[in-house]
C-alpha cells in the first residue's frame, strides 16, 4: 500500500479557487498514476482526474476546463488544481494512487485521507 497524506481544501465562495495536495511517504510516487476523486452527500462517487506515469491526463467532463491534475515527482506530490469552483463542487475529495500495470481498469494501491471542500453560493 501507497501512503497518501492530503492537504489544502477549505471554505471557497463560487468562482473561487483552490488547490488540493497528495504526497506519497515510503515509495515512490512517480513509479504510480494518480487519481481524484470526490464524494458529495447524496451522490455517487466521481472520479474527478486522473494522471497517468508519463503525465498524460483525463477528466470527468464536470470539471474539464476548471481542474488540472499535476504532479511534482520531485516532491512525491500529485496536485489538483480547482478554479471557477461553484456549490456542485463541493464535496470530499480523495486522492489515489494507481497501479501503472493496469490499463483497462483502475487498480489502487493507496488512498489519501479526504480533503473537505465546501463551495458557498
Known amino acids: 500500500q501507497v501512503q497518501l497524506v492530503q492537504s489544502g481544501g477549505g471554505l471557497v465562495q463560487a468562482g473561487g479557487s483552490l488547490r488540493l495536495s497528495c504526497e506519497a511517504s515510503?515509495?515512490?510516487?512517480?513509479?504510480?498514476?494518480a487519481a481524484w476523486d470526490r464524494q458529495a452527500p447524496g451522490k455517487q462517487r466521481e472520479l474527478v482526474a486522473r494522471?497517468?506515469?508519463?503525465?498524460?491526463?483525463n477528466y470527468a467532463d464536470s470539471v474539464k476546463g476548471r481542474f488540472t491534475i499535476s504532479r511534482d515527482n520531485a516532491k512525491n506530490t500529485v496536485y489538483l488544481q480547482m478554479n471557477s469552483l461553484n456549490p456542485d463542487d463541493t464535496a470530499v475529495y480523495f486522492c489515489?494512487?494507481?497501479?501503472?500495470?493496469?490499463?483497462?481498469?483502475?487498480?489502487?494501491?493507496?488512498w489519501g485521507q479526504g480533503s473537505q471542500v465546501t463551495v458557498s453560493s
Open positions: 489515489a494512487a494507481v497501479d501503472p500495470k493496469f490499463v483497462n481498469t483502475m487498480v489502487v494501491r493507496g
Open positions: 494522471i497517468t506515469t508519463d503525465g498524460s491526463t
Open positions: 515510503g515509495s515512490s510516487f512517480s513509479d504510480y498514476g
